[in-house]
């Protein structure tokens, strides 16, 4: 096996979510809690990520469906830390290197902290190494009792601690890097003789000077990457971090964030140089957008890719589609799942796609529903135009070939096919297929009655 691999905490229900979702699942930066834990045990280098599971363990397991580095252990009661990482001692048999303790509440711990820490763990031939900081409050947290040089003695939890403990202001993070062999030995002689009966996981820190065996603590820069999520004033506060990480990341790659504070990009966005990204706009589902696009205020970007040039206009709605270079969309315009832009597409307001390719340079600039189409080059679409794709059991097509004129307020009853440099009447619904370089009307002929208005005065 390799050097290095992770345990996660992760059984705990979290009674201050006050939710019926479990803790960890829930949402940040567009992945649950505890995926940014794994994530981080990841970049240092873990071939192995042991999550300990509890409640809702099917839906941490469902996550991580597939993923050939995650293993689980389940604990099914919570009788705390130390009893945790015994659970998922069997995981890890036969491992040597070094285990990282991760929290699956702890989601802000950067893997550059992380590996400070093991090339300090290393360096010190510590056999364990705690994450610290130094809190002015540190109510709640276990306190950090030091002999000398950083070595640490041993961890005394709050509730536990004498009133001279208590005011140590060096609290443990819950983050720790371990050798295996120390670990998985240490966790078998851990007892729960204390305020809360729990197995406290701490208690492998006066094991280790016990026995001579260096431990020492490492302090973490930014207090904010131990931040424990318990409530969800705290998960704001994350997702608060986790922005400003991903909008500066972005930033320093070339994209304007003109209000960075009211832009909320998710996880796994790329978008390219020059791009500029107004306030209130939400990227999110991996979406991809190119260079030299412009996003402005309040559109609402999901699972997308968009080419170079784009302008995506203020209030649009666009979810799971695909547009290529210099395409125009908006403003309140809504692409749905499966729309299709090719090059220079323009779609102005009120525009709602759905499964719908459109052709280089075609246009629908009003007012328009195009359902379950496919539509060519050089298209222009009327406003008002709706394809009737919908019989109240199944879906129908409607192709609309190039070079086609569709007139304002036409209906398409699909499956219909209207052929390329045709033109359909203003106010037309077509029933049947159009042949190509046709006019095709259908129109109740206009009647004008002469005076009929003021006949009706008399
Ligand atoms: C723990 C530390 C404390 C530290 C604090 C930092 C112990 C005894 N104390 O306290 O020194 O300052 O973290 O946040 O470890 N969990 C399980 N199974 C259990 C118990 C807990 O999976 O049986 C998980 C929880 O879901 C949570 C994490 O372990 O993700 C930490 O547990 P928690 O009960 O919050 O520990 P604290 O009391 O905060
Ligand atoms: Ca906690």
Redesign the pocket.
């Known amino acids: 096996m390799a050097e290095i691999a992770a345990v996660i905490?992760?059984?705990?229900k979290g009674t201050r979510m006050k939710s019926e979702l479990v803790k960890v699942m829930h949402p940040l930066g567009g992945e649950p809690m505890v995926a940014w834990p794994v994530q981080a045990a990841r970049a240092v280098g873990a071939v192995q990520s042991v999550l300990?599971i509890?409640h809702q363990s099917d839906k941490v397991r469902d996550y991580f469906a597939g993923a050939a580095d995650i293993s689980f252990a389940v604990?099914d009661e919570?009788?705390?830390?130390g009893?945790?990482v015994a659970c998922a001692s069997q995981a890890l048999q036969g491992f040597s290197g070094q285990v990282f303790i991760l929290?699956?509440?702890?989601p802000l711990i950067k893997s550059e902290t992380l590996q400070a820490m093991l090339a300090y763990h290393k360096s010190r031939g510590s056999v364990l190494t705690v994450l610290t900081t130094h809190l002015e409050t540190p109510y709640g947290?276990?306190r950090v009792v030091k002999r000398e040089a950083g070595r640490v003695l041993r961890?005394v939890?709050e509730k536990d601690a004498s009133d001279e403990e208590r005011s140590i202001t060096e609290?443990?993070?819950?983050i720790y890097c371990v050798d295996a062999p120390f670990l998985f030995d240490a966790v078998t002689t851990i007892a729960n003789d204390n305020a809360q009966g729990?197995y406290?996981?701490?208690d492998i820190v006066k094991t280790a000077a016990d026995r001579g065996l260096i431990c020492v603590s490492f302090m973490a820069r930014e207090p904010a990457e131990v931040m424990?999520v318990n409530d969800r004033v705290q998960l704001a506060t994350a997702g608060r971090v986790l922005r400003q990480r991903i909008n500066e990341a972005l930033m320093l790659g070339g994209v304007t964030i003109i209000d960075p504070a009211t832009t909320y990009i998710e996880q796994g966005v790329t978008v390219g140089r020059d791009t500029v990204i107004s306030p209130n706009v939400h990227l999110g589902g991996r979406t991809a957008i190119g260079a030299n696009c412009t996003i402005e205020p309040g559109a609402v970007i999901s699972g997308c890719t968009i080419g170079n040039g784009v302008t995506i206009k203020a209030g649009s709605v666009l979810t799971d589609a695909l547009l290529h270079d210099e395409v125009s969309v908006g403003p309140m315009a809504h692409l749905r799942p499966g729309t299709e832009l090719k090059a220079h597409v323009k779609i102005g307001n009120f525009v709602e796609t759905k499964k719908t390719v459109m052709g280089e340079g075609s246009k629908a600039s009003h007012l328009t529903y195009l359902g379950d189409a496919t539509i060519g080059r050089e298209v222009n679409i009327g406003c008002g135009t709706i394809t009737c794709n919908y019989d109240g059991v199944n879906k129908h097509r409607t192709v609309i070939e190039d070079g086609v004129f569709v007139g304002s307020d036409v209906q398409l009853v699909a499956p219909v096919t209207v052929g390329r440099n045709s033109l359909i009447a203003a106010g037309t619904t077509v029933t049947k297929d159009v042949p190509a370089d046709a006019l095709a009307i259908a129109r109740t002929p206009q009647v004008n009655k002469e005076g009929w208005k003021l006949k009706k005065r008399d």
Request: proline fraction near 0%.
């Open positions: 905490l992760a059984a705990g300990v509890g604990q919570q009788l705390g830390t009893h945790a929290c699956g509440d702890v947290y276990g961890i939890e609290v443990n993070a819950g729990e406290y996981l701490t424990g």
